[in-house]
Nanobody
Framework: QVQLVESGGGLVQPGGSLRLSCAAS????????MGWYRQAPGKQRELVAH???????NYVDSVKGRFTISRDNAKNTVYLQMNSLKPEDTAVYYC????????WGQGTLVTVSS
């Protein structure tokens, strides 16, 4: 079973930046569907950003212009660069990818607060 391990979460002040990483236990070279989701307290999990094998990206409107998803196939890692963070970005962030079946990471907590 493929494992995804997220890292990079933490406490940051509003306006600050964080970079999340998601390391896969298998090659992601041919994996077309990779993304970052988040779940805030009391809310449903939502797709934040998606990247295809060809590098096409999509974002939820609330993070456009602030977040950037990228992938490094040589390192089997997907990243989420988060800039200009807002308190409403506070959530547990999960990495997700479609191998032979959907794989999820354990999540990493991002807290945006002064």
């Amino acid at each position: 079973q493929v494992q995804l391990v997220e890292s990079g979460g933490g406490l940051v002040q509003p306006g600050g930046s964080l970079r999340l990483s998601c390391a896969a236990s298998e090659s992601i070279f041919s994996i077309n569907d990779m993304g970052w989701y988040r779940q805030a307290p009391g809310k449903q999990r939502e797709l934040v950003a998606h990247i295809s094998s060809g590098g096409t990206t999509n974002y939820v409107d609330s993070v456009k212009g602030r977040f950037t998803i990228s992938r490094d196939n040589a390192k089997n890692t997907v990243y989420l660069q988060m800039n200009s963070l807002k308190p409403e970005d506070t959530a547990v962030y999960y990495c997700n990818a479609l191998f032979s079946e959907w794989a999820w990471g354990q999540g990493t907590l991002v807290t945006v607060s002064s």
